[in-house]
C-alpha cells in the first residue's frame, strides 16, 4: 500500500495534477487508510459519496464509511469547498463591488498587502484573477507588465484592480492613487478599461469607481 501511495505522488509530480483520477487525489488527500481499511478503498467509497451527496451532508456521508473519522471526513470536504471557492469566480458577472467582493475578500485578513488583478471579458465576465504582488504590511510595489500580462494573455477587454490594507481602514493613500492614475494609463496603451479599483479592509471596502476617482485617475 505504501509503495502503492508514494508511486502515485511520484506520478502525480511528474505529470501534473490534470493526472489522477478523481479517487487518486482523494488518495492524495487522506494521505493513509486505517488498519481494516486502505486508502484506495476509502478514496473510492468517499468519490461515490460526493456523485451523490449535496454539499451540507457530505460529511455525514464520509463518517457513514468503515474506518472514516472526523478528521478526514472534515478534510476531504474543506479541500472541495476551498476548491469551489476558487473555481466560483470564473465566468461570474462582475458589475458593481458587491459582486466582486466575494471572490476577494479573504486577502482582507492577510496581515500583509497583497494587489490583485481580475481580468474580464466585453462581457464584464471573469477570466482570471492573480495575486500580483505581496508586500509588507503597507505597500506591494506593482509592475504594469505584471499586472496587465495575464489580461493580455486572456484577450481580456477590462481589468479590476484590488488590493487590501491591514492596516484597518480601506481609504486610498496617495500611493494607491498614483498608481491607479499610472495603471490606467497603461491600460489604455493596450486597449483595456481599467473597471474599478477596490481596497478592502476588514470591516470595510473602498471602490475608485463609486468615489469617482477613476474619472481623476483615468
Not at 152 to 162: E, F, H, T, W, Y
Amino acid at each position: 500500500m505504501g509503495k502503492t501511495k508514494l508511486d502515485l505522488r511520484e506520478r502525480v509530480f511528474a505529470r501534473g495534477l490534470s493526472y489522477p483520477s478523481d479517487p487518486e487525489l482523494l488518495m492524495l488527500v487522506l494521505g493513509s487508510g486505517t488498519k481494516d481499511l486502505p486508502v484506495e478503498e476509502i478514496a473510492y467509497k468517499m468519490a461515490d459519496v460526493i456523485d451523490v451527496s449535496e454539499r451540507e451532508k457530505l460529511v455525514d456521508g464520509f463518517l457513514k464509511i468503515p474506518g472514516v473519522g472526523l478528521g478526514k471526513a472534515l478534510a476531504v470536504a474543506a479541500a472541495l469547498e476551498f476548491g469551489r471557492r476558487r473555481a466560483a469566480s470564473i465566468n461570474a458577472v462582475v458589475r458593481s463591488p458587491q459582486d466582486l467582493l466575494p471572490f476577494i475578500k479573504q486577502y482582507a485578513y492577510k496581515a500583509a498587502e497583497h494587489f490583485i488583478a481580475v481580468s474580464l471579458s466585453g462581457g464584464h465576465e471573469i477570466l482570471s484573477q492573480k495575486v500580483i504582488a505581496v508586500g509588507n504590511s503597507n505597500s506591494a510595489l506593482i509592475s504594469p507588465r505584471e499586472v496587465f500580462f495575464e489580461a493580455v494573455q486572456n484577450r481580456a477587454s477590462a481589468v479590476i484592480l484590488a488590493h487590501n490594507h491591514p492596516s484597518g481602514s480601506a481609504c486610498p493613500s496617495d500611493e494607491d492613487i498614483q498608481t491607479t492614475r499610472r495603471l490606467c494609463d497603461a491600460a489604455d496603451i493596450l486597449g483595456m478599461s481599467v473597471l474599478d479599483h477596490i481596497i478592502v479592509s476588514r470591516s470595510e471596502y473602498f471602490s475608485f469607481k463609486e468615489s469617482n476617482l477613476l474619472k481623476d485617475a483615468g
